[in-house]
């Protein structure tokens, strides 16, 4: 039954990891940008939802409503201003770029912040547990689970059944075909940020409220979302899902083995998927 | 004019007098523990550092288009190598040096069998995700102190020097040799067969491998190189450090970011960019060190603005404006009789 739980509360913890890691595979996706920055946003995000309870005195969850549209712009912003500038054939400019953003952002965060770890208030919430066949389940890990869920799902309809997820795939398929049918590729690719930053928010919001946080996290988080990305297979929404899902299962079972293997065996399994299947589990996108 | 009067050559007047020039700050530079502070040598022996860090980042990078955010991963491998051979394997720290080194080539095989699966930026993430193994798994090992580390034991220090000047002195010049075998290293590789066929794959991977070249063996090959020698400069640094924990010994800014600042900002895919690079990044931080985070954000901003308005970085502008090398590497077409004027 330990083993049960451990299993139940790693896939639990996967959903976290898929917020962090669907920003990314969105990104990949639409214009194969790999943002060194991303784990940095997550971790931005958390202190915007910091600041949003502590000046508005809201409640983590309804700081969503600030801190989704803020992180959104930012990216539209972020996309429009920098980013676009570095997209073409050299893949070192957008990888250097978003290195120093991600420096720039993690000192700004201590500047402003300070390097002690802060965390979200969100009352009963975080001790809420209810028992399902024998377990007992926290209300805050199996909400962070729909909510992936519900975020990939909504991605996913996006993608395949909305104009602007035609336009999504349009540009990623052949941007300069893209353009000659009257798409602005450069606002295209801003929306892409913008969506991905939103979902971003989310999962900053996620983990303030579920962990304690400091500045220097960011490159952590980005490990993780990445490394769903390429468990599940480059440009599958919900594979990215699966891959959290499997680190997740890991780290808990290697805490449950020696707290110390925790992180190590997240990161063995993703070694060994990456020399038995170099495509992930499920891919999409070929190279 | 016929075609004989003209010959191909990589050497220039400019390239003649850089070489003499260098040899001479070289000379000036061995003996400056006659001249220099201890405060001075201590700084010069940290630029060197990381000039030869900066040297093989850019060999991988701005040569072979490996770029990795992951090599703290050798850095803080070959620190911890030479405290365990010193420690429990009784080796003289200079050997420790060179033993780490071949243990860097040694494990960076499967590191590169591995990683070489992904492509271009997941490259860049996966070899992060390398070092965090390495510096998990070196955080487990308790007789090198765990998670908090240890402390170079006294007599090992002492058997390198018994007097205090001795030390400082030695790690100077091995900090100074360090970084002109990293650069003399690069660049007769670049010079090299090898080396040609690297320049290639820089320039256009695609004609580079319709031209027969092995891409795959080439990269593999620079990558090893590459482990190697930052796992011996890694030794160095943690030897003059005496100390080392995991944080320290894996850090991604200590080793990694500012190391690709210094090579962005001097100009990638040149030896002498990192050259630049150095002395630009010490000469910012020991005027705005005391700025703390600001520094950073300053130098993030600085590399930024490079990266989109000169991505071949400053000394890639001065070659552009005067048309210049320092290192004999590119060939020019020269006509041999230049006094007759016809």
């Known amino acids: 039954m330990e083993w049960v739980n451990a299993v139940v509360q790693g896939t639990l913890l996967g959903g976290l990891y898929a917020l962090f890691a669907a920003g990314l595979s969105l990104i990949f996706g639409v214009m194969r940008l790999v943002n060194i920055a991303h784990g940095d946003l997550i971790v931005l995000a958390a202190y915007l939802g910091l600041s949003a309870t502590t000046l508005l005195?809201?409640?983590?969850?309804?700081?969503?409503?600030?801190?989704?549209?803020?992180?959104?712009?930012?990216?539209?912003?972020?996309?429009?201003?920098?980013?676009?500038?570095?997209?073409?054939?050299?893949?070192?400019?957008?990888?250097?770029?978003?290195?120093?953003?991600?420096?720039?952002?993690?000192?700004?965060?201590?500047?402003?912040?300070s390097a002690d770890p802060q965390k979200m208030n969100a009352g009963a919430l975080e001790t809420a547990s209810f028992s399902a066949g024998g377990l007992s389940l926290g209300v805050l890990p199996v909400m962070t689970f729909v909510i992936a869920v519900g975020v990939i799902a909504g991605l996913q309809w996006t993608f395949y059944r909305t104009a602007l997820g035609r336009a999504f795939r349009a540009t990623s398929d052949n941007q300069e075909i893209a353009q000659l049918m009257g798409l602005?590729?450069?606002?295209?690719?801003?929306?892409?940020?913008?969506?991905?930053?939103?979902?971003?928010?989310?999962?900053?919001?996620?983990?303030?409220?579920?962990?304690?946080?400091?500045?220097?996290?960011?490159g952590g988080r980005l490990i993780f979302g990445f490394e769903a990305v390429i468990i599940g297979g480059l440009g599958n929404l919900w594979g990215t899902l699966v891959g959290g899902v499997i680190l997740g299962v890991a780290q808990t079972i290697g805490a449950k083995i020696d707290p110390g293997w925790q992180l190590l065996a997240g990161h063995l399994v993703f070694l060994i998927i990456l020399a038995v299947r170099p495509n992930g589990l499920f891919p999409r996108i070929g190279e | 004019m016929t075609p004989s009067d003209f010959h191909v050559t990589r050497s220039s007047s400019v390239t003649k007098i850089a070489a003499v020039l260098g040899l001479l700050i070289l000379i000036i530079l061995i003996a400056a523990p006659y001249w220099a502070g201890r405060a001075d040598m201590r700084l010069m022996g940290e630029l060197f550092l990381y000039l030869a860090l900066a040297s093989l980042w850019n060999l991988m990078a701005g040569y072979a288009g490996l770029v990795s955010v992951g090599q703290q991963a050798y850095v803080g491998f070959g620190g911890y190598m030479l405290f365990a051979l010193t420690m429990f394997g009784g080796v003289h720290p200079?050997?420790?040096?060179?033993?780490?080194?071949?243990?860097?080539?040694?494990?960076?095989?499967?590191?590169?069998?591995?990683?070489?699966?992904?492509?271009?930026?997941?490259?860049?993430?996966?070899?992060?995700?390398?070092?965090?193994?390495?510096r998990l798994s070196f955080?487990?090992?308790?007789?090198?102190?765990?998670?908090?580390?240890?402390?170079?034991?006294?007599?090992?220090?002492?058997?390198?020097?018994?007097?205090?000047?001795?030390?400082?002195?030695?790690?100077?010049?091995?900090?100074?040799?360090?970084?002109?075998?990293?650069?003399?290293?690069?660049?007769?590789?670049?010079?090299?067969?090898?080396?040609?066929?690297?320049?290639?794959?820089?320039?256009?991977?695609?004609?580079?491998?319709?031209?027969?070249?092995?891409?795959?063996?080439?990269?593999?090959?620079?990558?090893?190189?590459?482990?190697?020698?930052t796992s011996m400069i890694g030794a160095l640094i943690f030897l003059q450090k005496l100390r080392i924990s995991p944080d320290a010994a894996f850090?991604?800014?200590?080793?990694?970011?500012?190391?690709?600042?210094?090579?962005?900002?001097?100009?990638?895919?040149?030896?002498?960019?990192?050259?630049?690079?150095?002395?630009?990044?010490?000469?910012?931080?020991?005027?705005?060190?005391?700025?703390?985070?600001?520094?950073?954000?300053?130098?993030?901003?600085?590399?930024?603005?490079?990266m989109l308005k000169a991505p071949k970085g400053i000394w890639g502008l001065i070659r552009t404006r005067f048309d210049v090398e320092l290192f004999p590497l590119s060939y020019r077409v020269k006509h041999s009789q230049t006094a007759q004027k016809d």
């Open chain 2, 94 to 134: 200079i050997g420790a040096i060179v033993i780490a080194g071949f243990f860097g080539a040694l494990i960076a095989v499967p590191v590169a069998l591995l990683i070489f699966r992904l492509r271009g930026a997941y490259f860049a993430i996966g070899t992060w995700v390398i070092a965090e193994v390495f």
């Open chain 1, 184 to 218: 602005n590729r450069r606002h295209i690719f801003g929306l892409a940020m913008a969506l991905a930053l939103a979902v971003t928010a989310i999962a900053g919001i996620m983990l303030g409220i579920r962990t304690s946080f400091d500045p220097s996290i960011g």
């Open chain 1, 57 to 113: 005195g809201l409640h983590p969850l309804a700081a969503l409503l600030v801190v989704v549209p803020a992180m959104a712009i930012m990216g539209y912003v972020l996309q429009r201003a920098i980013l676009n500038q570095t997209l073409g054939k050299d893949i070192l400019p957008p990888l250097l770029v978003t290195f120093g953003l991600s420096v720039i952002i993690q000192n700004t965060l201590l500047e402003a912040y």
């Open chain 2, 251 to 306: 850090s991604v800014n200590d080793w990694t970011a500012f190391v690709i600042f210094i090579v962005v900002i001097g100009g990638i895919g040149t030896i002498e960019g990192p050259i630049i690079g150095t002395l630009i990044f010490f000469a910012l931080r020991e005027t705005l060190a005391d700025l703390g985070t600001i520094y950073l954000m300053v130098l993030g901003v600085v590399a930024i603005v490079i």
């Open chain 2, 139 to 229: 955080a487990q090992v308790s007789v090198l102190g765990g998670g908090s580390g240890s402390s170079l034991p006294v007599g090992i220090v002492r058997s390198l020097s018994s007097s205090r000047a001795g030390r400082e002195h030695l790690s100077y010049w091995l900090a100074l040799a360090s970084a002109v075998i990293v650069i003399a290293a690069v660049y007769f590789f670049l010079r090299s067969r090898n080396g040609l066929a690297l320049t290639a794959i820089r320039d256009n991977e695609l004609a580079a491998g319709s031209l027969g070249i092995d891409i795959w063996r080439t990269k593999f090959v620079v990558y090893i190189v590459t482990a190697a020698l």
